[in-house]
Nanobody, 124 residues
Framework: QVQLVESGGGLVQPGGSLRLSCAAS????????IGWFRQAPGKEREGVSC????????YYLDSVKGRFTVSRDNAQNTVVLQMNSLKSEDTAVYYC?????????????????WGQGTQVTVSS
């Protein structure tokens, strides 16, 4: 059974850091593109980042460039989103998603498998 599970969300003060993990079971992540998406209350889901099977890394929001880093740990079958210098506008539910494709895409409809989401709240 294909499953993705996110972890690492929580409450953090502005300027703080969180490390989100996306763990896969039932399939091997290194053959898949893995996207990170987020959805804030009352807003549409938006693509944040993606990592390809060839380790290409993409950041779709100008606001996260230089602050967020996506990486793979193939031995753990996990993808990590390291988020630093967090801002209140980063508050959202964060999802990871997978698709067995070569190239990343920011369109959420491109992805076949989704995790349940993890809440990130940035507040003082």
């Amino acid at each position: 059974q294909v499953q993705l599970v996110e972890s690492g969300g929580g409450l953090v003060q502005p300027g703080g850091s969180l490390r989100l993990s996306c763990a896969a079971s039932g399939f091997t992540l290194n053959y898949y593109i893995i996207g990170w998406f987020r959805q804030a209350p009352g807003k549409e889901r938006e693509g944040v980042s993606c990592i390809s099977p060839s380790d290409g890394r993409f950041y779709y929001l100008d606001s996260v460039k230089g602050r967020f880093t996506v990486s793979r740990d193939n031995a753990q079958n996990t993808v990590v989103l390291q988020m630093n210098s967090l801002k209140s506008e980063d508050t959202a539910v964060y999802y990871c998603a997978a698709a067995r494709r070569t190239f990343c895409d920011r369109d959420w409809s491109y992805y076949d498998h989704w995790g349940q989401g993890t809440q990130v709240t940035v507040s003082s």
